[in-house]
């Protein structure tokens, strides 16, 4: 015996009721998560151009800190180090992460040595950031006997380059398999397809990890205390002690000067500014490209 058209109908409306209340209860967790991880991002830039906005001036970005006890000064000797210290960095962290995460996933498949260095990234990557300090402070200022920037170069390298690694990998992963076969159908070099092909293909993927990756070594402190170690004057030379931003800020951060604690709060703004634009001419820079591959 058939169920009477209206039941059929009340349970078709349930039916529907139930629906576009789980989408629309879907849909508010999503904006709520979305809200959770950008508020807290909105409320340290608003605070920080809170408490750093009044010590930025021409003097800050053109001179030196003043000696102990003189208001005034500035940070430009450590933003210059910064910029230093992440171009080495990134020259040398870049290429061996990207080079690695492509021999994972284009030569690797299955050999012991890809399981081996994708362990090695994996527990790099968890690794605290002064254990780095540590390991170049023992293999590189131990041996040449003084501080330098190149010592600090190295450890963000290698503090890079797991995590660019992954990405690459995870990145080239994506590609689908028919546009290798095809390139290597027309005769093309396995190599000349992997830089030609894959890596065009998965290049947002690697240049977002290689962002992530560059924003995280900005900012880090523990590591350049004991390679860097910091320097009170203008330095260009690799050899030497040089300043950085996230060095200055420490400094002036545990100093019981309140004229220190102001400027700390502009480095910070500084800072925090120089990685936004950096990131965001980068992916400028890679949207266009990807924009010009696809026409």
């Known amino acids: 015996m058939r169920p009477p058209t209206n039941y059929k109908s009340r349970s078709m409306r349930l039916n529907s009721a139930w629906r576009y209340g789980i ?52 940070m430009a000797n450590a933003m210059l180090g910064s910029g230093i210290v992440l171009v080495l960095a990134s020259s040398m962290g870049i290429p061996v992460g990207i080079a690695a995460g492509v021999y994972l996933a284009e030569y690797g498949q299955g050999k012991l040595l890809a399981m081996a260095v994708r362990f090695t990234a994996d527990v790099l990557n968890g690794i605290p950031s002064i254990v780095m300090g540590i390991a170049a402070y023992s293999l590189i200022v131990m041996r040449q006997m003084h501080f330098s920037a190149f010592a600090g170069g190295v450890a963000l390298a290698i503090m890079m380059v797991p995590t660019i690694t992954r990405t690459t990998e995870e990145m080239l992963m994506t590609v689908p398999h028919s546009i290798r076969e095809a390139a290597l159908g027309l005769g093309v070099p396995k190599w ?42 203008w330095s260009f030379k690799l050899n030497e002690p040089i300043a950085a931003l996230p060095l200055q800020i420490y400094v002036y951060a545990i100093s019981p000067y309140d004229e220190w604690h102001r400027l700390a709060w502009g480095g910070a703004l500084v800072l925090i500014l120089m990685i936004m634009v950096s990131v965001t001419l980068v992916r400028i820079y890679a949207g266009r490209g990807v924009l010009k591959g696809a026409s």
């Open 23 to 74: 989408n629309h209860l879907v849909t508010g967790l999503a904006i709520l998560s979305t809200a959770l991880v950008i508020v807290p991002l909105v409320a340290i830039l608003v605070y920080l151009i809170y408490k750093g906005a009044s010590s930025l001036n021409l003097d800050f970005f053109t001179h030196i800190p003043a000696p102990v006890g003189e208001t005034g000064g500035g």
């Open 192 to 233: 000349r397809t992997v830089l030609s092909v894959s890596l065009r293909t998965a290049s947002p993927g690697i240049i977002t990890g290689c962002m992530l990756a560059f924003a995280r070594v900005a900012g880090e402190t523990a590591p350049l205390l004991f390679t860097a170690f910091g320097n009170q004057f």
